[in-house]
């Protein structure tokens, strides 16, 4: 079975440009979550999807990033305009059912992300 | 809120040797309890969870993890590490709302030497 696909794997723009990230989730799969990981931290959830509904997007900074999950399979992230602290590892995961805590997230490669 | 702590950022030991890895959580709720690792540029992979049951959860790759309510900490245990273990090791702990979305710590950098 193929894993959670992420594309770019990496990824150099300035500040105050624009950048996207596209993931594409384990067939099948219900609930898609994106993750910021900075360098030296543990992965920070950005915002949790359930088919193509939020279910959290608590602590995205919904000024400058965006996600959408169209018809409920692949997702894009977006930062508009990007800041130098944008620096990071962004990760998406899946798991095959609801929100339950029984349910397994299962990780893709992640995009690194360099704001210069 | 919930917040992880993994005290070590950094343990070395020799191949063969015991290790283990440290993690406490603050929660006075019933909690659900994780560990991943992540080897260089992968993502993160399930190494075991506790849901409720036994204390003692083992997991894959050898490892075993022990739930400790009365000293809130649930530290990740092997009795002989290789090279391939090397990698960073993440505790995480849902926060309990109907998201149980994952609170992750620092993580813990295992570097085993021949």
């Known amino acids: 079975e193929a894993g959670v696909a992420q594309s770019p794997r990496y990824k150099i723009i300035e500040k105050r440009q624009s950048v996207a990230f596209w993931c594409n989730p384990i067939?099948?799969?219900?609930?898609l979550y994106w993750y910021q990981q900075i360098l030296g931290q543990g992965p920070k959830l950005l915002i949790q999807f359930q088919n193509n509904g939020v279910v959290d997007d608590s602590q995205l900074p919904k000024d400058r990033f965006s996600a959408e999950r169209l018809k409920g399979v692949d997702s894009t992230l977006k930062i508009q305009p990007a800041k130098l602290e944008d620096s990071a590892v962004y990760l998406c995961a899946s798991s095959l059912g609801g929100t339950g805590v029984r349910e397994t997230q299962y990780f893709g490669p992640g995009t690194r992300l360099l704001v210069l | 809120a919930q917040s992880v702590t993994q005290l070590d950022s950094q343990v070395p030991v020799f191949e063969e040797a015991p290790v283990e890895l440290r993690c406490n959580y603050s929660s006075s709720v019933s909690v659900y309890l994780f560990w991943y690792v992540q080897y260089p540029n992968q993502g993160l992979q399930l190494l075991l969870k506790?849901?409720?049951?036994?204390?003692l959860v083992k997991g894959i790759n050898g490892f075993e993890a022990e739930f400790n309510k009365s000293q809130t900490s649930f530290h990740l245990r092997k009795p002989s590490v290789h090279i391939s273990d090397t990698a960073e090791y993440f505790c995480?702990?849902?926060?309990?709302?109907?998201?149980?979305?994952?609170?992750f710590g620092s993580g813990t950098r295992l570097l085993v030497r021949p």
């Open positions: 067939s099948g799969h219900a609930t």
């Open positions: 995480a702990v849902t926060q309990g709302d109907s998201s149980y979305k994952l609170i």
């Open positions: 506790y849901l409720s049951g036994s204390t």
